[in-house]
T-cell receptor
């Protein structure tokens, strides 16, 4: 059984650029959630996708957007990067949208200079 | 507005002794609570959970206690092992919720 995989593992961008992060969900899981973990803080919910539709969004501006594909993999896109976007971005999958037990990937460490 | 708080940034315990990690929450709509463990360069991994209808849940060396009236939960690890050294996150979700709300984490160091 393949777990949640994220790419890339590390990324360096400059302010104002755009970035796309990718996530492959665990086999059999149809729900993907994205979290941002800033240094010294816990993960913070960005949004969730269930069967290719957004199923809830946290307190993040519209320049954070996402997609889920028919194979349930997902992308997180961030436009107009700001210095405060520097963080670990975690993708988590679950068997269904009502399941709180999330399986996390190792994350993408984004640095914005 | 921190709805889930872990007030101890770090905890150091001797191998074989009990580790107690604490978590407080403010949102009375939370009905499901989880603990995650995170090693460096890895994502958080699920450890143990508890529903609001229970006050205790055990899984091997790990026990979670929930005090709803105090809006407090704790994770007990007995006996603690060096491999338990990690960051522990407390998380909570609402009924029919679609997200987890995490605390800031507690770094546990188990000394051999």
């Amino acid at each position: 059984e393949t777990g949640v995989t994220q790419s890339p593992t590390h990324l360096i961008k400059t302010r104002g650029q755009q970035v796309t992060l990718r996530c492959s969900s665990q086999s059999g899981h149809n729900t993907v959630s994205w979290y941002q973990q800033a240094l010294g803080q816990g993960p913070q919910f960005i949004f969730q996708y269930y069967r290719e539709e957004e199923n809830g969004r946290g307190n993040f501006p519209p320049r954070f957007s996402g997609l889920q594909f028919p194979n349930y993999s997902s992308e997180l896109n961030v436009n107009a990067l700001e210095l405060d976007d520097s963080a670990l971005y975690l993708c988590a999958s679950s068997p269904d949208r009502g399941n709180e037990k999330l399986f996390f990937g190792s994350g993408t460490q984004l640095s914005v200079l | 507005d921190q709805q889930v708080k872990q007030n101890s940034p770090s905890l150091s315990v001797q191998e074989g002794r009990i580790s107690i990690l604490n978590c407080d929450y403010t949102n009375s709509m939370f009905d499901y609570f989880l603990w995650y463990k995170k090693y460096p360069a890895e994502g958080p991994t699920f450890l143990i959970s508890i529903s609001s209808i229970k006050d205790k849940n055990e899984d091997g060396r790990f026990t979670v206690f929930l005090n709803k009236s105090a809006k407090h939960l704790s994770l007990h690890i007995v006996p603690s092992q060096p491999g338990d050294s990690a960051v522990y996150f407390c998380a909570a979700s609402e009924i029919e919720g679609n997200k987890l709300v995490f605390g800031a984490g507690t770094i546990l160091r188990v000394k051999s």
